[in-house]
Nanobody
Framework: QVQLVECGGGLVQPGGSLRLSCAAA????????MGWYRQAPGKQRELVAT???????NYADFVKGRFTISRANPENTVYLQMNSLKPEDTAVYYC?????????WGKGTLVTVSL
């Protein structure tokens, strides 16, 4: 059984920062990819950032230079440091874990960027 739990979402003003955390528990293969996706109302779920267990990161263009993904592999935890937040970053952010072709998802945490 695999379970992912996100935390760290909330309300932040434009230009502010938040750090999201996701802790994965269960039977997890060591060679995996963890990352973050987001979905705003009326829009498709989109990739934000991912990182392999070896530390290779992939970022969506719209967050490059603003967001940083990191991992603590022994704890199967992934973080997303979000800086210079914009109103268009408002979305539900979902933690994702992938290995052996299977995807596991957290329930999501809401990030609202507004005055």
């Amino acid at each position: 059984q695999v379970q992912l739990v996100e935390c760290g979402g909330g309300l932040v003003q434009p230009g502010g920062s938040l750090r999201l955390s996701c802790a994965a528990a269960g039977s997890i293969f060591s060679y995996n990819i963890m990352g973050w996706y987001r979905q705003a109302p009326g829009k498709q779920r989109e990739l934000v950032a991912t990182m392999t267990n070896g530390g290779s990161a992939n970022y969506a263009d719209f967050v490059k230079g603003r967001f940083t993904i990191s991992r603590a592999n022994p704890e199967n935890t992934v973080y997303l440091q979000m800086n210079s937040l914009k109103p268009e970053d408002t979305a539900v952010y979902y933690c994702n874990l992938r290995f052996f072709g299977d995807d596991y998802w957290g329930k999501g945490t809401l990030v609202t960027v507004s005055l």
